[in-house]
Every structure is written in C-alpha cells, then in structure tokens.
C-alpha cells in the first residue's frame, strides 16, 4: 500500500520568505499526486495536481510543485510566501487505479508579519 | 456550485454512546467518501462509495462503524458504540467519478469529541 511522507511538521517563516514543504511517497508504480490546504476554519480545498506531462506544476495563489520521480517526491514550493498562506497543507496520492486518496500527517505553515 | 454539505458541525458524546453524521455531496457528483482525520494526522478513507455501492470500506472498523448511501446522493455515517479514541473530525468529500482524473471536494467536517 502506499504512504506519504512529509517530515516538516510546523513551518514558521516571514513574509516574503520562499517556502518548500516536503513531500516523499512510497509506491513504485504510477501516481497521481496532489497538495491539498485547509486555511483556519476553512475545508479542505485542491492546492494543485500532478497526473501526468510536466512534472513542474502550477497551481492556485502562485504554489508550484515539482515532481521528481525518481527520489519519489513532489514538493511544494511559493518564491515568496505572505501572511494568508497561514494553513495546513497536505501532499495525498493515489495509484490511479481509483480515487483513494492517501494523505500525509500534513505541514503547519505559519507566517508572520 | 454549492460546496459538499455536513451536518452536525461539532458533537460531544459519551463513550459507549451511538452518534451520526450526514453528508450531502455535490450535485450529479456519483462517488462520496468518509474520511476520518485524528489531531495531528492526515485524513484516513474509512468508506467509499460511487454511486450507492460501496467500492472500499477496507479501513471502516465495522464492529462499530456503518455508513450508507441508499439512493445515491446523500449518505451518513454511524458509530455505536462510540469510543473514547473515535474523536477526530469526520470528513465527507465527493468527486465527479471515481478515477485518477477527479479531486476531490470536502465539506467542512464534523468534529467528534468522546468523553
């Protein structure tokens, strides 16, 4: 079965700050990845995907994630990061044959002022 | 569009009590999931549906644990007995079809405290 990994647990940074969050997976065959983000007292929303082409994905709010098979990973990446980014974030995947998705523990971001 | 739809928002029960949530998804979307998210964990699928059959209910502890989707759209989801380690948020999330192409949406959840 697969697994996720983030091992960023709580991320504090200022504004303007560039972010990248960790997100390792464990499954040899092909994926479909995904970052998901819960701002406070928000649900669940998609970040952005990954299904195939391109691994440099683009996604909502200027996130960007890469994913680079062969260290199993898709990090998650914003070149300056601001006060509202302040969430949950969660890197999920699933093995394409069906929408079971498996998230990871996730990351806290915090950014201050 | 209207947004994946939960009710209760928030529940206290004491253990050994029995409690249910609703869920109504996204119109025209055939697969609904359950998930359940303990603090400082991921969300973990505990039952999945595409239309009203069940396509994996593998991680549901069916001692306690029942969920249905009888006509399709809305569906709920039961504990009875509830135990102390059952408190967590209990998420729903709907997708257009079951495949790799449709993310999925989520309601805001219900969180469960068990005392």
């Known amino acids: 079965a697969q697994s996720v990994s983030q091992h960023n647990h709580h991320v504090i940074l200022s504004e303007a700050a560039s972010l990248e969050l960790g997100c390792n997976y464990s499954?040899?065959?092909?994926?479909?990845l995904f970052w998901y983000v819960q701002y406070p007292g928000q649900h669940l929303q998609l970040l952005l995907k990954?299904?195939?082409?391109?691994?440099l994905v683009k996604g909502i709010k200027g996130f960007e994630a890469e994913f680079i098979k062969s260290k199993f990973s898709f990090n998650l990446r914003k070149p300056s990061v601001q006060w509202s980014d302040t969430a949950e974030y969660f890197c999920a995947v699933n093995t394409g044959t069906a929408s079971k998705l498996t998230f990871g523990t996730g990351t806290r971001l915090q950014v201050t002022l | 569009e209207a947004g994946v739809a939960q009710s209760p928002r928030y529940k206290i029960i004491e253990k050994r009590q029995s409690v249910a949530f609703w869920c109504n998804p996204i119109s025209g979307h055939a697969t609904l999931y359950w998930y359940q998210q303990i603090l400082g964990q991921g969300p973990k699928l505990l039952i999945q549906f595409q239309n009203n059959g069940v396509v994996d209910d593998s991680q549901l502890p069916k001692d306690r644990f029942s969920a249905e989707r009888l006509k399709g759209v809305d569906s709920t989801l039961k504990i009875q007995p509830a135990k102390l380690e059952d408190s967590a948020v209990y998420l729903c999330?709907?997708?257009?079809?079951?495949?790799?192409?449709?993310?999925?949406?989520f309601g805001n959840g219900t969180r469960l405290t068990v005392t």
């Open positions: 990954y299904f195939s082409g391109d691994p």
């Open positions: 499954y040899g065959g092909t994926v479909n």
């Open positions: 999330a709907s997708s257009y079809r079951t495949g790799e192409v449709s993310p999925l949406h």
